[in-house]
């Protein structure tokens, strides 16, 4: 272990540790490493295998789309984006990773259902939709069904959001 860097406690007791796994490395560190393992394994495992492979690969994304959320919203609830000098955080994540308008403003939409909120007094609220919530963090669903969750009944695209492609 490289000096400097405590060691992992171990935590003994009755609680469940099932799929904990403690690692150094920062979570994007984990993750590529995870991902690299992952390719690797795929070429080795039997037909049945690849399937669950394909099911388990399909999940990670959606879970990540949880995971932004969760961060789009702390943007969100500190003002970032206006600290930064952006109109809003639509902007700021439309410039910082070069979405759409459209894409960014989903985002935003999206984690003002899905994230936990705070109240005035700081207590933690859970999401305005917890059952979708919990569907995508549990990678079940994705953003596409995620969309058609949070879209109002009977709003198509052009009255919604004012946009006709017949100009």
Known sequence: MPAGVASPEVVRGGCD????????????QAMVACLAQWRHSIVDCDDAGLQEN??????????????MLDAVAELESRNVAVTAGFRNTKQLL??????????????VAHA???????????EVLAPL??????????????????????????????TCHGWCGAS
């Open 129 to 158: 939709l917890p059952n979708t919530a919990a569907a995508l963090a549990a990678g079940q669903i994705g953003p596409a069904q995620v969309r058609v969750i949070t879209e109002p009944i009977g709003c198509s695209y052009t």
């Open 94 to 107: 439309a410039g910082m990773l070069q979405l759409s308008p459209t894409e960014a403003g989903a985002r």
């Open 54 to 67: 394909v099911r388990d690969i399909e999940s990670v994304p959606r879970m990540m789309y949880s995971v």
């Open 17 to 28: 540790n099932g799929d904990v796994i403690e690692t150094q490395l920062n979570p994007r």
């Open 112 to 122: 003002t259902q899905l994230a936990s909120r705070r109240a005035l007094t700081g």
